[in-house]
């Protein structure tokens, strides 16, 4: 089993910043990707950026890129998320998940953390 416990969401105006922690705990020996994903009210989860620990590669959904920066710290198996330019359209629920490949799919994840909401006001 792998434990995840996303911290650091919170509300803050469109342009800010925050910066999102996922600690992962447990066979985290089994799980080579980290990703986020984020739910929207009335909107399915959709994939936001992964990370995989062995090749340090990143993926990033489109409508983050360029404002969004995954990263990790080995020593405390914890991933983040660095959010910039936040804009209202990134107003969701934040979920961490883990991993075997690289994957946009949410299929693609085992285990889930239990969310953490990012409001962005206008």
């Known amino acids: 089993q792998v434990q995840l416990v996303e911290s650091g969401g919170g509300l803050v105006q469109a342009g800010g910043s925050l910066r999102l922690s996922c600690a992962a705990s447990g066979r985290t020996f089994r799980t080579d990707v980290m990703g986020w994903f984020r739910q929207a009210p009335g909107k399915e989860r959709e994939f936001v950026a992964a990370f995989m620990w062995s090749s340090s590669n990143t993926d990033y959904a489109d409508s983050v890129k360029g404002r969004f920066t995954i990263s990790r710290n080995n020593a405390k198996s914890t991933v983040y998320l660095r959010m910039n330019s936040l804009k209202p359209e990134d107003t969701a629920v934040y979920y961490c998940?883990?991993?075997?490949?690289?994957?946009?799919?949410?299929?693609?994840?085992?285990?889930w953390g239990q969310g953490t909401q990012v409001t962005v006001s206008s």
């Open positions: 998940a883990t991993g075997s490949t690289m994957s946009r799919n949410r299929t693609g994840y085992n285990y």
